[in-house]
């Protein structure tokens, strides 16, 4: 028995130091992506969730310790495939003509082949949501995140403002993509500026429910279950974004270059959007519990 478990132990321990080492090696390949994806976050508030990433990879091995330690392989040969695949978009990318984005998303693919190399089919599902966090790091064009999201945040602002013209003593209407506001006591702008400025944060919020959700491993129906609510969190977290934002440029800053609003209104929106992230799991391990021996009915358990 001892013998086993040292040799299960050496098994592990060489894997993780293959992993190890392909990972350094992708991390010197791609080292100019990779530094445009950490001074991104170190610029701009709304990506800095790609600093906290490696954080919740690692939180996450950490959870999946055990499973992984019994599920992981030898390996598998289609690894270099993917590995392939990851390389040819990437040259694709770079010439003979420059797609950012689609570069360092060339990321994605080389490292879920580095794990299937190294780890096996098995290893690869349960790195599944570590590649996700990984994909969700990548900053988004300017273009391409505008295209995306103009529609959807042209329709929240304009909700949000119908929900501020109904309070008592305040008028709102939208002009452009600012809310304009007069109240008993102050009048002044909620200064929203671009369409889809702060709306970046929408992939931290994507982001913190991947996390939830995966924190522990659950069934498929499961996941489908989380997967369905996600875009709905994500909208109601950016439409409680802007609302708080309004609320405070109304009643606390009359300032419309004040940060104060929009600083505290992110803070509400993530810290909203992992409450919900977290009753929904809870909902669902209540919604789709495995019943191991029948079906209990009416207080009698039916094989």
């Given amino acids: 028995m001892y013998h086993r478990s040292e040799t299960g132990l050496n ?21 100019p992506e990779l530094a445009v994806v950490i001074a991104t976050a170190k610029h701009s508030s709304e990506w800095v969730h790609a600093l906290i990433v490696p954080v919740m ?3 996450l091995a950490y959870h999946r310790r055990a499973a992984l330690a019994e599920r992981v392989s030898r390996g598998s040969l289609w690894g270099f495939v993917l590995i392939a695949a990851g390389l040819a978009l990437y040259a694709a990318a770079t010439w003979p003509f420059s797609y950012g984005y689609v570069r360092d998303a060339a990321m994605i693919p080389v490292l879920a082949g580095i794990v299937l190399v190294v780890c096996g089919w098995r290893g690869l599902g349960l790195s599944l949501p570590m590649l996700l966090l990984c994909a969700l790091a990548i900053p988004l064009g300017a273009r391409i995140y505008a295209r995306l999201i103009i529609r959807p945040e042209t329709y929240t602002i304009a909700a949000v403002a119908k929900v501020l013209d109904m309070l008592p003593g305040v008028g709102a209407a939208v002009e452009g993509v600012d809310i304009f506001f007069n109240s008993t006591s102050r009048s002044g702008v909620v200064a929203l500026g671009q369409s889809n400025r702060g709306a970046q944060l929408l992939m931290a919020c994507a982001v913190v429910g991947v996390f939830v959700v995966f924190s522990r491993i659950r069934t498929f129906r499961r996941l489908v279950f989380a997967a369905f609510l996600t875009i709905p969190v994500i909208l109601l977290c950016n439409f409680s974004r802007l609302l708080s934002w309004g609320l405070l440029q109304i009643y ?9 609003p929009r600083c505290v209104s992110t803070v509400i929106s993530l810290f909203l959007s992992y409450i919900l992230f977290v009753l929904a799991a809870s909902a669902e391990i209540h919604l789709f519990s495995d019943v191991d021996q029948g079906t209990v009915i009416h207080g009698k358990k039916h094989a």
């Fill in 252 to 260: 606390v800053v009359a300032d419309p270059t004040s940060v104060l």
């Fill in 11 to 31: 098994s592990w321990a060489g894997t993780a130091a293959k992993l190890v080492v392909l990972l350094i090696l992708f991390a010197w390949m791609f080292r």
């Fill in 57 to 59: 990879i690692v939180l």
